[in-house]
């Protein structure tokens, strides 16, 4: 199986930029659709964006779209999310997937998951 460890989670002030990455182990994440979601306290699990076995295929939330860039690195079978411009609003537990099915939005379509990292902007 594939297991995925979150990391890079931090206290940021509104319009600040944070990396946060995802680690693989277990099996090599080529061949799976990496995605990143999140959830706040009292919300629903959010997409956020995600990314094709190959890298060609991008996905993004409208919340975060144009700030918001993810990333992939086969060979270090790592995944990433660059995140600029941020808001209170993104606040959240941020988790990273692997899945081998197409729809990329749907968490249902997910077969591994991470613990998640904590993000938190400050106003």
């Known amino acids: 199986q594939v297991q995925l460890v979150e990391s890079g989670g931090a206290l940021v002030q509104a319009g600040g930029s944070l990396r946060i990455s995802c680690a693989a182990s277990g099996r090599t994440i080529s061949n799976y659709i990496m995605g990143w979601f999140r959830q706040a306290p009292g919300k629903e699990r959010e997409f956020v964006a995600a990314i094709s076995w190959s890298g060609g295929g991008l996905w993004y939330a409208e919340s975060v779209k144009g700030r918001f860039t993810i990333s992939r690195d086969n060979a270090k079978n790592t995944v990433d999310l660059q995140m600029n411009s941020l808001k209170p609003e993104d606040t959240a537990v941020y988790s990273c997937?692997?899945?081998?099915?197409?729809?990329?939005?749907?968490?249902?379509?997910?077969?591994?998951w991470g613990q998640g990292t904590q993000v938190t902007v400050s106003s």
């Open positions: 997937a692997a899945g081998l099915r197409a729809g990329v939005r749907s968490h249902r379509e997910y077969s591994y």
